[in-house]
């Protein structure tokens, strides 16, 4: 069922029922939490684990939405949870990023229990973690501050209530990371991929203007001075690059631009309208003037799966993964996997980034993934689609 879900239009202005078992998983990936900054690893790569709409609410004794018949019976946030242990152990990624309405607020009886709760998998692994708000974290016993607040104290993460370069800007939940090159390498102290995190807001707070929260002209001007600083370091020496390092954007609301697609031109599937702000704020043309963003990633509408490119940039959902949020019974839960990968140099060593692919794993019973496709490339084969089956991807 749509929770919430309203459809605005825009103006422009100037599973299968699995046992659940949770898993700890102990083992220690790449990346290393502390003072040493994150990097790609020895083999070249980067790999990021998105997890959109969780909705998690208060464990076992909320049940599942818009599952099979077959699945209702002992379905509930524990479902999810398995998933996210699912994704860990499969994939193995270098972090995950957590895309909002992390827990379903309403229904969460006690805010920072069910967001404990939710990112219990993460927190286990040990794998770094970040996560933005959605249009739901806020709605139990805790304000979007708080739970921002409440967000960064926990293991593993990499979450920022704000910049601290920043102050004034709207929002809770918006900050950058650098990924380094290889350790030894010439792009050693070179962010070689550039990840951004904002918050697209719930609700609108102008009376005259209805329907979501938007990207506002504060958090516009934070990201424009970041990109910047970013493409001016990447291209100075020492190891002085023509180009800019590439960029990645999660948030949780799509932009308007969304909208631009259909069949013929995106990978993936489209089953509902486009819930953006019902204004355009104008961040999309701020991030293709300023050249380094190649893909934005977001949630929110959870039975769409898409990845389109318009501009230069690709625009991309995750796909619904929580059991207690809104779904399409018999269409499984899911999550996208994003991977960066550097090329090989000629005299030995790694590089700067030369590909960026994504795809998507379904939960159910082979985990099964789908929907392969290059995003982004250094020869400019961006968007060409791997049309052959992923195979343990």
């Not at 102008?206 to 970013?230: C, D, H, M, N």
């Not at 259909?262 to 003037?289: H, L, R, W, Y």
């Not at 960026?356 to 993934?369: C, G, P, V, Y």
């Amino acid at each position: 069922m749509m929770m919430n879900k309203r459809r605005p239009p825009v103006v422009f202005l100037p599973c299968v029922r699995v046992s659940v078992v949770v898993f700890l998983v102990l083992v220690c990936f790449k990346p290393i939490l502390g003072d040493q900054k994150l990097r790609f690893g020895r083999d070249g790569e980067f790999k990021i684990l998105q997890v959109a709409d969780m909705h998690y609410a208060d464990g076992k004794t909320t049940p599942c939405e818009d599952v099979l018949p077959t699945q209702v019976a002992g379905c509930s946030d524990l479902n999810t949870t398995a998933f996210v242990n699912r994704m860990i152990l499969a994939e193995k990624p270098d972090l995950i990023v957590f895309t909002g309405d992390n827990i379903f607020g309403f229904d969460a009886t006690d805010a920072a229990k069910s967001l404990n709760a939710a990112f219990a998998p993460a927190i286990a692994s040990n794998i770094p973690w970040v996560a933005v708000l959605g249009n739901h974290d806020q709605e139990s016993t805790l304000s979007r501050e708080g739970v921002m607040k409440h967000i960064v104290t926990l293991k593993n993460t990499l979450s920022q209530v704000n910049p601290p370069e920043a102050h004034i800007i709207d929002g809770f939940g918006n900050y950058n990371l650098e990924i380094g090159g290889v350790e030894g390498s010439s792009f050693k102290n070179k962010s070689v991929l550039n990840l951004y995190f904002l918050d697209s807001g719930d609700y609108s707070t102008v009376p005259a203007i209805g329907g979501y929260g938007w990207i506002k002209p504060s958090q516009q001007l934070w990201f424009e001075r970041t990109s910047a600083k970013l493409r001016r370091e990447y291209m100075s020496k020492p190891a002085a690059q023509k180009a800019p390092a590439p960029g990645l954007a999660y948030f949780h609301i799509p932009l308007p631009e969304f909208a631009s697609f259909d069949s013929s031109n995106f990978t993936g599937v489209k089953q509902e309208g486009i819930s953006s702000a019902s204004v355009n704020s104008g961040f999309f043309t701020t991030m293709v003037a300023a050249g380094d963003v190649k893909a934005v990633f977001t949630g929110h509408d959870h039975i769409n799966d898409f990845c389109g490119q318009l501009t230069g940039i690709q625009l991309c959902y995750a796909g619904g993964f929580g059991y207690h949020a809104y779904g399409k019974a018999g269409w499984e839960r899911r999550a996208r996997v994003v991977v960066a990968s550097l090329e090989k140099l000629e005299k030995g060593g790694w590089g700067a980034v030369k590909s960026i692919k994504t795809w998507k794993r379904l939960d159910d019973a082979h985990l099964t993934a789908v929907d392969g496709q290059v995003l982004w490339s250094k020869s400019s084969s961006a968007g060409v689609r791997r049309k052959k089956k992923i195979h343990g991807a």
